[in-house]
């Protein structure tokens, strides 16, 4: 069934870089998204992009840092992450809407800290 796997996070220090990819098996191309959690806060929007990489949508709090791109014909998505802060800290998801469900991976951990 559709399964999706998020990876590359991890602990970076103020001012550094982080690439997450995610890759959605079990269903057709699609539109994908991250979106992010931290303690106490509600998910939020990080960013998407349709299912041919045409157009992509930013969180306004994004402000140029990070950047959404897949791979041409397959559900695989990534996630550049510059000049990261502290509040960027959070569990970072992928996600795609179905037809019946959203489905959403098992997040991958993104903290900042010096």
């Known amino acids: 069934q559709v399964h999706l796997e998020e990876s590359g996070g991890g602990l970076v220090q103020p001012g550094g870089s982080l690439t997450l990819s995610c890759t959605a098996s079990g269903i057709s191309t699609v539109p994908m998204a991250w979106y992010r959690q931290a303690p106490g806060k509600e998910r939020e929007l990080v960013a998407h992009?349709?299912?041919?990489?045409?157009?992509?949508y930013y969180g306004e709090f994004v402000k140029g840092r990070f950047t959404i791109s897949r791979d041409s014909g397959v559900n695989t998505v990534y996630l550049q992450l510059n000049n990261l802060k502290p509040w960027d800290t959070a569990v970072y998801y992928c996600?795609?809407?179905?037809?019946?469900?959203?489905?959403w991976g098992q997040g991958t951990q993104v903290t900042v800290s010096a």
């Open positions: 992009i349709d299912s041919i990489g045409a157009s992509t």
């Open positions: 996600n795609v809407k179905g037809a019946l469900k959203d489905y």
